[in-house]
């Protein structure tokens, strides 16, 4: 089961994994394709932002391990929630251990944190 977190609780999340890894940022995994990236996307506030469509995590896994380790607290994003949950199983199911789904995706982010954020 993977632990999903709405946009609005995301800070205090954010504050626990630093709490937890004070030495690097916990990353928010944004699965979408490139053209919705041009269309909405978060700031990275407290955070490091790491692009990935959904349909290249297979091949990028080890390049995300390496660069934050297996360990690492990672929030899955997407539009509504739906791909970032399967990426998120997936990764747990390959060993990842710290992953969280954004529920309702940038979509809520942008109703609930961010209103700058167009809706699509």
Known sequence: MIPEIDPAGFS??????LA???????VVLDVREPWELQTASVRADGFTLVH???REVPAR?????AAHGADHPIACLCHHGMRSLH??????ENGFTQVVNVH???????????????SY
């Not at 205090?12 to 994994?17: S, Y």
């Not at 937890?20 to 916990?26: D, E, R, V």
């Not at 309702?104 to 167009?118: K, L, M, R, T, Y």
């Open 104 to 118: 309702g995706g940038i979509e809520a982010w942008s109703q609930q944190v961010d209103p700058s954020i167009p």
């Open 12 to 17: 205090a999340w954010r504050e626990e994994a």
């Open 52 to 54: 990935m469509p959904m």
């Open 20 to 26: 937890a890894q004070p030495a690097s940022l916990p």
């Open 87 to 92: 990426v998120a199983q997936y990764l747990q």
């Open 61 to 65: 896994m080890a390049e995300l391990q």
